[in-house]
């Protein structure tokens, strides 16, 4: 739940099969509590229908580091 696209079908989102959060454990979205992914996506500005009809906030992620590597501090699994 409170999904929000950033590079395709890459998104953030709520996550209530593990709380094993700071590790990779899904296939590229990034993977937050349910409160948490609430808080953000009440948080962002405006939302936008999908194809199937949800709504979904979008998101543009800057970064300087390399794509598909961790995030400084975070680790693989």
Do not use: Q
């Not at 979205?29 to 409160?35: G, T």
């Not at 939302?47 to 693989?76: C, M, Q, R, W």
Request: charged share 15%.
């Amino acid at each position: 739940p409170w999904v929000m696209y950033f590079d395709g079908s890459i998104s953030l989102h709520g996550t209530y099969w593990h709380d094993n959060f700071g590790y990779r454990r899904s296939h590229g979205c990034v993977n937050l509590s349910i409160s948490d992914a609430k808080w953000l996506f009440n948080w962002t500005a405006g939302a936008t229908p999908n194809p199937n009809g949800d709504i979904t906030n979008y998101v543009y992620v800057f970064s300087t580091g390399k794509y598909g590597e961790p995030p400084h501090g975070l680790k693989n699994a």
